[in-house]
């Protein structure tokens, strides 16, 4: 099976940076999207950013500008640098594999275990 382990949350200080890395590991061929999402308390998870297999991107409007996603397809690794936190970025954190194909799946989808980032005032 396919899993992803992330790293790089933690606490920090508004005006601060965060780097977040997900390496999914497993018996993988190739990985059509590889996103980040996050989940704040009482609210629904949502798409922070994503990146394809090409390099195309798809950010939050509230991201946009502060974060930037990226890949690296050999190692089936993406990051999300984070610039500028904010209070209301605070969130778990999930990584995100879609369109995932390996050796007896064509079409995986698979998340990751979360990680918390806290943006203090």
């Known amino acids: 099976q396919v899993q992803l382990v992330e790293s790089g949350g933690g606490l920090v200080q508004a005006g601060g940076s965060l780097r977040l890395s997900c390496a999914a590991s497993?018996?993988?061929?190739?990985?059509?999207?590889m996103g980040w999402y996050r989940q704040a308390p009482g609210k629904q998870r949502e798409l922070v950013a994503k990146?394809?297999?090409?390099?195309?991107?798809v950010y939050a409007a509230s991201v946009k500008g502060r974060f930037t996603i990226s890949r690296d397809n050999a190692n089936n690794t993406v990051y999300l640098q984070m610039n500028s936190l904010k209070p209301e970025d605070t969130a778990d954190y999930y990584c995100n594999a879609d369109g995932v194909r390996g050796g007896q799946y064509s079409n995986l989808e698979v998340w990751g275990q979360g990680t918390l980032v806290t943006v203090s005032s």
């Open positions: 990146i394809y297999s090409g390099g195309f991107t």
């Open positions: 497993g018996s993988i061929f190739s990985i059509a999207v």
